[in-house]
């Protein structure tokens, strides 16, 4: 089984809202910076958001920036993301990812990933 398993996937209309969850059976979760990543339809996995090790630093791709909250439960060790009015070009696998020292946007520097879990997102 992956160490990382996302949750919260689906259909929706544009506009609505969605929450996507990723638990982390890891027991050393503090110690990494967690992001999430999405791959659309015949384009590259991309960045969307990521956290610190400790909630307190956060950034955001540009394209989802305002729309998109990415938060951790350190004691649940589970990070989320609420996603607001969204668009059908969101439509993409979502995976989460954790890295142990990296802070970056690359996927590369993340260590370890989730399976995905499909948005679709209708006009």
């Known amino acids: 089984q992956a160490p990382l398993v996302e949750s919260g996937g689906g259909l929706l209309q544009a506009g609505g809202s969605l929450k996507l969850s990723c638990t982390f059976s890891d027991r050393t979760f503090t110690a990494y910076n967690l992001g999430w990543f999405r791959r659309a339809p015949g384009k590259e996995r991309e960045f969307v958001a990521a956290?610190?090790?400790?909630?307190?630093?956060?950034k955001y791709a540009d394209s989802v920036k305002g729309r998109c909250t990415i938060s951790r439960d350190n004691n649940k060790n589970t990070m989320y993301m609420q996603m607001n009015n969204l668009k059908p070009e969101d439509t993409a696998v979502y995976f989460c990812?954790?890295?142990?020292?990296?802070?970056?946007?690359?996927?590369?520097?993340?260590?370890?990933w989730g399976q995905g879990a499909q948005v679709t997102v209708s006009s």
């Open positions: 990812a954790a890295a142990i020292s990296a802070w970056g946007v690359e996927t590369y520097e993340y260590e370890h």
């Open positions: 956290v610190s090790w400790n909630g307190g630093m956060t």
